[in-house]
Structure formats: C-alpha cells, structure tokens
C-alpha cells in the first residue's frame, strides 16, 4: 500500500500539534543555565535526557538515552582513562579490593533486586547473561529445557546451543492463543501440566517483547516449588528468566519473585551506559553453574592459576562474571542509572509507565480498524504495546509514524506487529499525537 495517502492525511490532521512545544518546558534544547534535577517532576526528568525535542519517543523498550548523572560519570571516568589508563585501570580494578568499582555496581544491582551484591554477576546484555546460565548449567543427557513459544530469538538460541553441548533437549509450549485475553492463572497451568520427568529447567520472559504479556513469574515460581518437593536435588526444576522488559518497569523485587535464574540488560528500562547488564541468582544456584569465561573479578580463580590448582570451593557470581577488559567506563556508571532510579521512586516509575501505556491501549482499543494484542490489564502488562491496523503491514505502520515524528517499530518475530512504548521520558500529548496518526489510517 502507498504511504502517500496516509503521510499527507496525517500531516494535514495532526498539524499544530508540535512534539517539541510538548516537551519545551522540560528539556528546552538544552540552551538555558542547567535546572536543579526534581525527581518529583515529570519535565524535570526529561530534561536529564539529550533526546530530540523534534520527535515524539515511543520506542523505549529498545536502547536507552542516558539521563545526565550517567553521562557525566561515563566521561568522567574516560577522561580519567585517557590521561592515564594504567593506574587508573590497576587502582580501581586490581590493587586493593574495597577499591574495586565493580563492587559498587554489584552493590547498586543488588539494592535494586532486593538480593546481595555477592549474588550480581556483571554481563554485557540479557543475551550474555543467559548464555552464562545455559551454558554452564551441567544439564544431564536426556534432561529437557521446557520453554514458550514466545520468547526472543537470544533466549531460544542459547537454549539450544546448551541443550546440543549437553545432549539435552528443548521443548516449546504456548502460554495463551489470545494475548489480549491473556490468563496469568492458564499460563502458570500450562506450564505445570507440561513439565516432565525429565524437565530441569523452564525458561520465560518477564515480559513478552512481541505482543507485551507480563508473564507471571512469580505464580510461576510458586508452582514449581511445589513440584520440586517430590524431586531429588539434582533434578530440581529451575527457573530461567530473561527479565529485561520488566526490569526498571515493574515494580518488584527480582530475588523475591522466586526465579532461580534472572538476566536483563541495564541499557534499556534502567536507563545504564549501552553494553550493561546483570546476571542474578543465589548463592546454592550459582554453585551449579560452570563458568564459561575467565573472570577477572575473584581472586580465587586467579590465585589457582597462579599456584597451579583447581580453584576451591562452590561457583560464585564472580567467578561467572566474564572477565577480558571491558569498556569501564560504562560499565562502572551503571551506578548512576540504579541511583536515578532510586530518586524517582521504583513505584512512581512503574505508575508512570502503566499510565503512559494504558493511554495507548485505550485509545488503539477504541478504534475499529485496529487490533489490540496487549492486554489492557496493567497487571498483565507493562511498557510495551502491540498492535496491527486493517490494511497496512506493520513495517509500514512503523514508517508512517516515523514520517510523522513518532519514532515506532515493528516487531522482528515471525508474525509482526506494530509497537508502540511509552516511558517516563515522555507525555500524554505525545500519545496523543500517535494515536491521531493511526486513526487517520481508517
């Protein structure tokens, strides 16, 4: 179908409607004196973000704008890198322990979850993070990982890289048929009549990237707790979550939802330095897994190397930490991106979103020639929103809000839709703005 209709149509209706008179008060091109940050104001958070005020920003599930406390730590430790990369590396990396910046970001993690900085492993990306746990979870030949089929190409993949090393096998079940009238009481239904004997581990996502389920991860883990109490410890059912669409969304605590396995990236939704992320589990899980890469954040490992030995005692995080010098100065203002969280409040954050994205499904659901594949229940959802309009395919509903400022996407599964995510960066006339352009679409 042509674009031309629809790109004229929509530039006609939603003229006077300008993307950057909504966001002037609070980030007005960044020309004035800086403002003192009120985490309590929504316009004073969008002006921590450099974002163009030219454009309407729903696509904040995919790689974030740094707010200003993560850019200014990120240059500050660059400079310190370019003036001197030796010292400042060796101090603040191997010399004495307490100096160990990485700490710090272990500490920030492990306030956020809920859990204990000696439970953070530091990764690059929910796919690194998932690949450590697959790959190193000795699984037994004939032992299966149980899945959806609803999960992101990464998490099937790493799943079946393990499963191959391991001689192990992959199982894919549906959760729902419709996800608009998703049942979080079927999911955690299917899920128990489908596991097997031979079942070590399930696989989920917090939040489902091509449709927008929350998936209900601690029901979940509810139940196969009481499955496990029939079972031997080494055939225990774990719990794998990629967490990264609810991580810095929703407003619960990771290490008491009851996974035994959680990675997310922090570049997303928590708003961290790009090639972030955190792996989590507790102590007695991370003992089963088998480290993949060296790492240069235990002293053990690299004490066994040096006095030719095995390394002693259970895995720990550390040790699955992958080591190879990363980019630091990301990976250490990881700190700022937990810490901007914490000034706006966790709560505050996820309402903010809900109510943002709530906005969206109501206005789609109310059209006739759109249909709605997120749930409107806030509970069943979180920040992204998935649709498809009569007539058009999804990559060219995404182009044509594009060519009306509104920066959209298609989703890359095997059946597209259009996808709309709203953040706290953004306003309910920016909202508004989309909505006018896919009811011009009519």
Request: aromatic share 10%.
């Amino acid at each position: 179908m042509s674009l031309s209709r629809p790109e004229s149509l929509v530039g006609s209706e939603a003229k006077g409607l300008s993307v950057g008179s909504v966001v002037a008060e609070g980030a007005a091109e960044q020309t004035g004196p800086p403002q003192v940050f009120d985490p309590y104001d929504w316009r004073s958070v969008r002006a921590q973000f450099l974002l163009s005020p030219d454009l309407a920003h729903l696509s904040n599930f995919y790689f974030a704008s740094n707010p200003t406390p993560v850019r200014d730590a990120i240059t500050r430790y660059r400079r310190a890198f370019d003036e001197n990369p030796h010292d400042f590396l060796d101090d603040n990396m191997f010399r004495r322990d307490e100096d160990m910046l990485w700490r710090s970001v272990c500490a920030a993690a492990a306030e956020y979850v809920g859990g204990q900085p000696s439970e953070i492993a530091l990764t690059s990306s929910t796919t690194m993070g998932l690949a450590l746990f697959y790959n190193g979870l000795r699984l037994k030949p004939g032992q299966e990982i149980l899945t959806t089929t609803h999960e992101f190409y990464p998490h099937y993949e790493a799943i079946r890289l393990a499963t191959e090393k391991w001689g192990a096998s992959m199982r894919k079940i549906p959760l729902y048929e419709s996800s608009l009238n998703f049942s979080a009481d079927e999911a955690v239904d299917r899920i128990c009549a489908a596991v097997r004997p031979n079942t070590r581990i399930v696989g989920v996502p917090w939040v489902q990237s091509g449709t927008g389920v929350r998936i209900p991860v601690a029901k979940i883990a509810a139940a196969l707790t009481g499955l496990n109490r029939n079972r031997d410890e080494e055939d225990r059912i774990l719990l794998v979550v990629d967490g990264v669409h609810g991580f810095g969304v929703v407003d619960e605590d990771v290490a008491k939802m009851g996974c035994d396995f959680f990675s997310a990236g922090t570049h997303k939704w928590i708003l961290g330095p790009r090639g972030t992320g955190i792996a989590w589990a507790k102590a007695d899980n991370w003992a089963l897994v088998q480290p993949t890469i060296p790492s240069l954040m235990t002293k053990e490992t690299a004490d066994a190397w040096r006095q030719d030995r095995r390394p002693v005692g259970p895995t720990e995080a550390a040790w699955v930490s992958p080591g190879g010098f990363f980019a630091y100065e990301h990976q250490w203002a990881t700190v700022e991106a937990f810490r901007f969280h914490r000034q706006i409040g966790r709560k505050r954050i996820q309402d903010r979103i809900a109510e943002l994205n709530s906005q969206i499904k109501e206005g789609l659901a109310a059209m006739d020639h759109v249909t709605l594949h997120t749930p409107l229940d806030p509970e069943l959802s979180a920040g992204i929103v998935c649709f498809d309009v009569r007539g058009y395919k999804p990559q060219d509903v995404a182009q044509i809000l594009r060519t009306n400022r509104v920066v959209a996407n298609s989703t890359p599964y095997g059946v597209p839709h259009v996808r709309l995510s709203a953040g706290i960066v953004n306003f309910p006339e920016e909202i508004e703005m989309a909505l006018r352009v896919i009811r011009s679409l009519a």
